[in-house]
């Protein structure tokens, strides 16, 4: 089992930047790949970006590339997601989750856990 908590949202000016953290319970985080994934209010669920073993596996969804940068710290079981020029449709409640490491982790079928969001509100 693996409990995620995000923390870091909040209210933002269009161009200014933010930092998620979700920090996971267990001993087996490094052994899970990690995603992001956001919702906005009307919408489905979009994927934002995943990372498994460093920053050299990470995939980007094409709104958040050169944008944002996913990050890890097993030692701290963390993960992160750095969000620069933010822009107002960035506006979503903002979601990890943790599964197996493997092929399509665009995919939110692909993971098993899930964290309780936090909001990311980008004002024009």
């Known amino acids: 089992q693996v409990q995620l908590v995000e923390s870091g949202g909040g209210l933002v000016q269009a161009g200014g930047s933010l930092r998620l953290s979700c920090a996971a319970s267990?001993?087996?985080?490094?052994?899970?790949?990690m995603g992001w994934f956001r919702q906005a209010p009307g919408k489905e669920s979009e994927f934002v970006a995943s990372?498994?073993?460093?920053?050299?596996?990470?995939q980007y969804a094409e709104s958040a590339k050169d944008r944002f940068t996913i990050s890890r710290d097993n030692a701290k079981n963390t993960v992160y997601l750095q969000m620069d020029s933010l822009k107002p449709e960035d506006t979503a409640v903002y979601y990890c989750?943790?599964?197996?490491?493997?092929?399509?982790?665009?995919?939110?079928?692909?993971?098993?856990?899930w964290g309780q969001g936090t909001q990311v509100t980008v004002s024009s």
């Open positions: 989750a943790a599964g197996p490491p493997q092929p399509r982790l665009g995919l939110p079928t692909k993971y098993d856990y």
């Open positions: 267990g001993r087996t985080f490094s052994t899970y790949a």
């Open positions: 990372i498994i073993w460093s920053r050299a596996s990470a």
